[in-house]
């Protein structure tokens, strides 16, 4: 089976940004919706942001106007703008393409 792999996460002070990718293997992105999840310690893992294939976007109330959700078909990457970073945002991010299994996230820490 294949993974998606996300990068990109760290360290950043509030209102400060960062930009996740996702990318799976170099296998096609074209055709799959693309969401990002994100869990924070002792939380469930919540919906962030949604691309459909054919780049029409939803987002969660807590990141709209903020997060930015776009995708790559050429690079085959979808991507998650991050701005305005609060430390509520602190949590892994996870991106999910179906058919392809999940990854292993990559930890965002905003600090006050």
């Known amino acids: 089976q294949v993974q998606v792999v996300e990068s990109g996460g760290g360290l950043v002070q509030a209102g400060g940004s960062l930009r996740l990718s996702c990318a799976a293997s170099g296998r096609t992105l074209s055709g799959y919706d693309g969401r990002w999840y994100r869990q924070a310690p002792g939380k469930e893992r919540e919906f962030v942001a949604l691309?459909?294939?054919?780049?029409?976007?939803t987002y969660a109330d807590s990141v709209k106007g903020r997060f930015t959700i776009s995708r790559d078909n050429a690079k085959n990457t979808v991507y998650l703008q991050m701005n305005s970073l609060k430390p509520e945002d602190t949590a892994i991010y996870y991106c999910?393409?179906?058919?392809?299994?999940w990854g292993q996230g990559t930890q965002v820490t905003v600090s006050s």
């Open positions: 999910n393409i179906p058919p392809y299994d």
């Open positions: 691309i459909t294939w054919s780049g029409r976007t």
